[in-house]
């Protein structure tokens, strides 16, 4: 059960394809790591930002047309996903099954389409058809809309997403890694949270989030 929770989480907050978070190896989840926040890195981040960097774990993982796609982690998520990895014998996986979301006593993984379905139902929604993967991937593309987010967002934001894009520019600025976990992390607890609409016209160097658990929120503008 706890597999299977944990692996919902993970396709509806990061809106990630449900096969692709499905198929995570646990070598995956092993080499997670933070942003270095270290010299001109750190001096290019507001303190909020520099606190979603600490707040949420980068990883990656194969997507569509064997490029590298990202997953982000919080805290609650890591903490579900390193139980899973100590308990993996005890819950009878074996050692020869190499993914993240195995199934006992086999050396398939979970179905994320299942999960999300499970869930779905068991949660009250009056549109449980509604929850899928390929459906909030259209929702937050749609959503960021509302957001005032500059040529180079949009590209960040549809990288992470695994989408296709007419001309991928690099921010140059800071790493991918850094850019992921300091700026994109706010549009994806934005979303979660059901709070988009607050941020209407801005960009997102123009909201600040509070990652603590709490979810107090302000928007401000960095001048």
């Not at 990061?14 to 499905?22: D, I, Y």
């Not at 005890?90 to 179905?111: D, K």
Request: net charge positive; with cysteine; hydrophobic share 35%.
């Amino acid at each position: 059960m706890l597999a299977k929770v944990t692996l919902t989480q993970l396709i509806l907050f990061n809106r990630r394809r449900e096969g692709e978070v499905s198929k995570m190896r646990l070598s995956s989840f092993e080499s997670r790591h933070t942003a270095d926040l270290q010299g001109d890195v750190a001096q290019a981040l507001s303190e909020m930002e520099k606190a979603l960097c600490h707040h949420f774990t980068r990883i990656e993982i194969p997507g569509k047309r064997g490029r590298k796609v990202p997953i982000l982690l919080s805290p609650c998520m890591q903490k579900a996903m390193e139980i899973l990895t100590e308990k993996r014998a005890e819950c009878g996986v074996t050692p020869e099954n190499f993914y993240m979301f195995a199934r006992p006593a086999a050396l398939s993984h979970f179905r994320g389409s299942d999960c999300i379905r499970l869930y779905a139902r068991e949660c009250g929604a009056k549109h449980p058809e509604a929850l899928s993967s390929t459906r909030l991937r259209k929702h937050v593309a749609t959503l960021s809309r509302v957001l005032n987010l500059s040529d180079t967002e949009m590209d960040q934001l549809a990288d992470f997403l695994g989408h296709d894009i007419r001309v991928h520019r690099q921010y140059y600025r800071l790493p991918e890694g850094t850019l992921q976990l300091a700026k994109l992390s706010k549009l994806f607890v934005a979303l979660e949270q059901g709070r988009m609409a607050e941020f209407r016209g801005r960009s997102l160097e123009e909201i600040s989030i509070d990652p603590d658990g709490k979810y107090h929120w302000t928007s401000v503008s960095r001048d």
